[in-house]
């Protein structure tokens, strides 16, 4: 069964940058979709960010421009830059995944995939 740990997380201030990784063990990533969504204290889960099996990329509004999601098969690890942080960027990140057939362009970040990770806790404060 596919697992996926997720570090990167930490404390930065606002305007500060932090890379987020997710790393699947045991499995080549070339048949997943990967996303990201996230879940701040108090709040809603929200879906930030997906990227389809082919590299075709979304980003929710409140995180495009400032967030970069990135796939090296190779190592069945994904990236998420996060620049330009703000305090309402903090919460848990967590990545999932869903298979895909290979060099599908298909992704969606709103919906939950079959797999996730624990998190990551990302705090943006001074």
């Known amino acids: 069964q596919l697992q996926l740990v997720e570090s990167g997380g930490g404390l930065v201030q606002p305007g500060g940058s932090l890379r987020l990784s997710c790393a699947a063990s045991?499995?080549?990533?070339?048949?997943?979709?990967i996303g990201w969504f996230r879940q701040g204290p108090g709040k809603e889960r929200e879906g930030v960010s997906c990227i389809s099996s082919s590299g075709t990329t979304k980003y929710a509004d409140s995180v495009k421009g400032r967030f970069t999601i990135s796939r090296d098969n190779a190592k069945s690890t994904v990236y998420l830059q996060m620049n330009s942080l703000k305090p309402e960027d903090s919460a848990v990140y967590h990545c999932?995944?869903?298979?895909?057939?290979?060099?599908?362009?298909?992704?969606?970040?709103?919906?939950?995939?079959?797999?996730w990770g624990k998190g990551t806790l990302v705090t943006v404060s001074s």
């Open positions: 045991g499995y080549t990533l070339d048949y997943y979709v």
């Open positions: 999932m995944a869903d298979e895909s057939p290979y060099g599908s362009s298909w992704c969606d970040y709103d919906n939950a995939m079959d797999y």
